[in-house]
């Protein structure tokens, strides 16, 4: 179990604000993968109401303080989302996951994490290397990978790279 990095993320649906049924799906999840604990539980998205992300949140914060969990992240979290966690004197989240790409930087989001520290992850990765990619922008890429003998998918994993992201291809 150690060798391996298992995470779950809550989906809009799972989102509560009721705490004990938040942690009950997590456990549930915890056990139906037969593993003790997840390495880090993430909320999928901020697109629920203020108060079902505040106590779901705040739910996983209490599985991670009992060793159900590791580490707790966010996902596709703007500025909005994340001062209500800052805001609210929560601990803040260990990772925001975003689509992150030299053509979608999201600077002020990733400004705001690095100065708390809250480390930041590459998402949609099928959408970077898929046909539905910014097209304006792949001849860029494409140049750029055939003068190294690399893939586009692979540029843009060494950008993320670069840039300090964590980036799981």
């Not at 799972?14 to 705490?19: C, F, W």
């Not at 705040?58 to 596709?76: I, P, Q, T, W």
């Not at 601990?91 to 925001?96: A, F, H, I, Q, T």
Request: some cysteine; hydrophobic content about 40%.
């Amino acid at each position: 179990r150690e060798g391996l990095f298992i995470s779950h993320k809550v989906s809009n649906e799972e989102q509560s604000v009721h705490r004990a049924d938040v942690r009950r799906a997590v456990k549930a999840q915890i056990a139906a993968l037969g593993c003790g604990y997840l390495d880090m539980v993430s909320i999928h998205s901020p697109l629920t109401d203020k108060s079902r992300r505040h106590e779901t949140y705040a739910a996983l914060l209490e599985l991670r303080d009992a060793g159900f969990v590791k580490s707790v992240g966010v996902c596709n979290y703007g500025l909005g989302p994340l001062n209500e966690i800052f805001d609210s004197g929560l601990d803040l989240p260990s990772v925001n996951q975003l689509e992150l790409s030299p053509f979608n930087t999201h600077a002020d989001i990733v400004a705001w994490c690095k100065s708390r520290g809250i480390s930041l992850s590459c998402g949609a990765w099928s959408k970077l290397s898929g046909v539905d990619g910014p097209a304006d922008q792949w001849a860029i890429v494409a140049d750029m990978a055939m003068k190294k003998g690399m893939t586009k998918a692979q540029i843009l994993a060494r950008w993320s790279l670069q840039k300090g992201y964590v980036c799981v291809p």
